[in-house]
């Protein structure tokens, strides 16, 4: 019911920015929220950050926040991730996912895209 398309992705050098984003798609579904997960290898995919699509309330892990800051384009149905002073452990593969109320699961994912940090 909601397609999610990543664009960015790539390699940066510790301290540098890349930003991200997430186009959707949907005809009949409603979107409350759209975030961003990250799965690094060997690891569980872990929640970065989201953002309600109406009213903009951010959320953020521990470990993003103060580099990393989520917007929305809400006409566009986009939202996009900023990351800053970018570390080595950023290093993952993020995928965007969309929720259509307040208490449900984040159930609609794009594919995914890489983010490596390395010098």
């Known amino acids: 019911q909601v397609r999610l398309t990543e664009l960015g992705g790539g390699l940066r050098q510790p301290g540098g920015s890349l930003t991200l984003a997430c186009v959707a798609s949907?005809?009949?579904?409603?979107?409350?929220?759209m975030g961003w997960f990250r799965q690094a290898p060997n690891n569980k995919r872990e929640f970065v950050a989201d953002i309600t699509m109406n009213g903009g309330t951010t959320n953020y892990a521990e470990s993003v926040r103060g580099r990393f800051a989520i917007s929305r384009a809400g006409a566009e149905r986009t939202v996009y991730l900023q990351m800053n002073s970018l570390k080595p452990e950023d290093t993952a593969v993020y995928y965007c996912?969309?929720?259509?109320?307040?208490?449900?699961?984040?159930?609609?994912w794009g594919q995914g895209t890489q983010v490596t940090v390395s010098s």
């Open positions: 949907t005809r009949t579904s409603s979107i409350y929220a």
């Open positions: 996912a969309a929720r259509e109320t307040a208490v449900s699961v984040y159930d609609y």
